[in-house]
DNA sequence: ACGTTTTGCCAAAACGTTTAATCAGGCAGT
DNA sequence: ACTGCCTGATTAAACGTTTTGGCAAAACGT
């Protein structure tokens, strides 16, 4: 076995100084092309092909003690990395990363973990001298950041700042339940109900927020017998579902608090025998990868800007480790982010009922 | 506005020293609590209360750059982060890491960026003198490692090293499946179809490697009739499972490729009437978070272990990096970690037909 | 009282960079 | 021939640790 190649001796610039004839202060200058600072194109094109032949890589941990800052951006998540969302928020981080040459060091904290845990974590990136982090949460309406991030420029994801000091982003649920419900009112639905989840978190009262202002926009007044609720799995969905649709009035569209409870309503429409969407259209939130694209018939739905958030996120956190000292102390309002509503087949206009439009079944082929 | 807590003057170790009266070293020693070195109770004490109370946090990039060690392991993925599982692979990582005091940093190749950014990739990691990098591939059969990665310990994950020096860990596809009908088997079912994916790749030949193991092991013949396939998603299961199903000799169960496909059986068997499981069994693969279980009946299925992956790679990252120098190239067979079966709901007995044990719709409660 | 060991601590040299300050020489203008 | 100014480089001091190799003083054995 050979083990020639084991052996590397790791070139650092003073090597390449010495093989060039020239001092280390030169090597760094060409290599970094520091301005204000003059080399001769000939020794520039001579250091530049003497590191290049001895395989030279820079040691950042050097370089960051000098220049004392490491160019390593902390990502704290909470739990964060368990949900099937999250790969999205870190990706999302990682290329606006990349993007500014930057690196992405993860520490996940347990979401059972106490506070004391958390600052460990956040200690433990600040030793690692990262010039800025990112506190991912599950969506939260506000938390208390663990001080340590006092000591570095910081971001929110998922959650306000109890202290209101550190810029957050959000996604705008409510903005984006309001579209959908204008979607369904645009297609000809008046009895549009919400089947919502009967755990109260942030995102339920959003959603409930913008059903509630989609109705209101649409002049279609507030009907109460059409909001039910049930755990936020598909079990919850079918029996919220079962609960609206096995009545006289049933409604004409249903807007499920989550896709999980939208494949519930598939279950609860399909043994009622109504079909989706020419009976009834069913509408989710999360655009939850796979369910989303591969119920049938696909599930028109509204997607969470995961991926932005993580983007957005470093790309502010680079204007604040830029900015000058303090300055990143007036924090900002919070960032809601956009959520779009992605259309697809669970949508169809309104079954003529007293408005003798069209009939049931109205177009929309599809194989059945 | 009280900027009073934005002046943080960086403690360092002298700072202490200076504060308790000591040298550096001292203070080195036992903040470290460092071996075959001696300190009395009384000073050792005074260091560490006075380090406290002056907050001071240790600088890794200086202590890395002395002790030629960053503690940090680099984790290449190729697209993974992509993917809704790929966030298994990171979490078990990084909680791995964790419990190694060490910590991730990430860095994410498109899956097609050409080798050259990947080489780019690699070295960014190294430049930040990662002890040891985990290459974390979609499923391939072989990869040749970017020659970069030679420099420090490295493993793989998901792929075998053409070079065949680099430890892989891959998930034991064949296995699972195997399982799989075993448990079918079991179960009575004799006439087991497969509905596989009509793209070859190695999950492919894996599992139906292990459907023909599981077959040959319950002394079942092979019958090529129930080997159908399609796009490996829920439509191509829709029509793989019509076509399998709707014959008068159709199977009592049907081993899906992998979940969404399970789905597109799901429509496929209520839209023949057939009831999952009294009149047909299926099984998916990948334990797809969430459709597996929001699904209903809920799916048995096979788990990836992504997360066992992770942690096998950092764990033996870790064994690597502490092997003196070059042993780590003494590098080992691949290890296959096993794909658990999670059995739910969707699996029932054979109904009788030839063997008169029981009727359909044998037990299984559930509302219907 | 005198060697020897043990105890407790410290000075200084690394680690691989960046950067402020300086310098030798050539060239132009007086 | 002197002064001054560019040009192309260099010297040396950081950055914040760890670690080697000591060295005084205290403790101990005789």
Redesign the pocket.
């Known amino acids: 076995m050979n083990n020639e190649e084991t052996v590397v001796p790791?070139v650092?610039?003073?090597d390449v100084a010495r093989a060039a004839g020239?001092?280390?202060?030169?090597v760094?200058?060409v290599?970094?092309d520091?301005p204000h600072t003059?080399?001769?194109e000939a020794?520039s094109e001579r250091v530049r092909s003497i590191a290049r032949e001895l395989g030279y890589t820079?040691?950042r941990l050097?370089?960051g003690?000098?220049?004392?800052t490491s160019e390593m951006i902390g990502l704290l998540t909470e739990e964060i990395a368990t949900t099937p969302h999250a790969g999205r928020i870190i990706l999302g981080a990682q290329e606006e990363a990349s993007r500014h040459n930057l690196t992405l060091a993860i520490i996940n904290s347990h979401l059972d973990a106490g506070a004391e845990a958390r600052r460990a974590d956040a200690r433990a990136l600040i030793e690692r001298q990262v010039d800025g982090i990112i506190y991912a949460t599950v969506f939260h309406h506000e938390v208390s950041v663990p001080r340590e991030l006092r000591a570095v420029p910081a971001v929110l994801i998922g959650a306000l700042d109890r202290q209101g000091v550190v810029p957050a982003v959000l996604p705008d649920e409510a903005g984006g339940a309001a579209e959908l419900v204008a979607l369904l009112a645009e297609a000809g639905h008046r009895r549009i109900a919400f089947a919502n989840s009967s755990i109260e978190v942030p995102a339920t009262q959003g959603r409930l927020v913008g059903y509630l202002r989609g109705l209101e926009t649409a002049g279609i007044p507030r009907d109460d017998r059409l909001i039910a609720s049930g755990v936020s799995e598909a079990a919850g969905g079918y029996t919220a579902c079962l609960e609206l649709l096995d009545r006289a009035d049933r409604p004409t569209a249903i807007f499920c608090y989550n896709d999980r409870m939208a494949m519930g309503a598939y279950r609860a429409a399909q043994e009622l025998g109504l079909r989706i969407p020419e009976d009834v259209s069913i509408v989710g939130f999360d655009d939850q990868a796979p369910i989303a694209a591969s119920v049938y018939p696909a599930l028109t739905t509204v997607a969470l800007p995961h991926y932005e958030m993580g983007a957005w996120a470093v790309s502010t956190l680079t204007r604040l480790i830029q900015s000058t000292s303090t300055a990143w102390y007036r924090s900002t309002d919070p960032t809601w982010l956009p959520c779009p509503v992605v259309v697809r087949e669970s949508v169809s206009p309104a079954p003529a009922r007293r408005r003798g439009v069209r009939g049931p079944g109205s177009g929309r082929s599809g194989r059945r």
Chains 1, 2 share one sequence.
């Open positions: 790791k650092g610039i003073r020239v001092s280390v202060t030169t760094s200058h290599l970094n520091t003059r080399t001769s020794t820079p040691n050097a370089r003690l000098r220049t004392r």
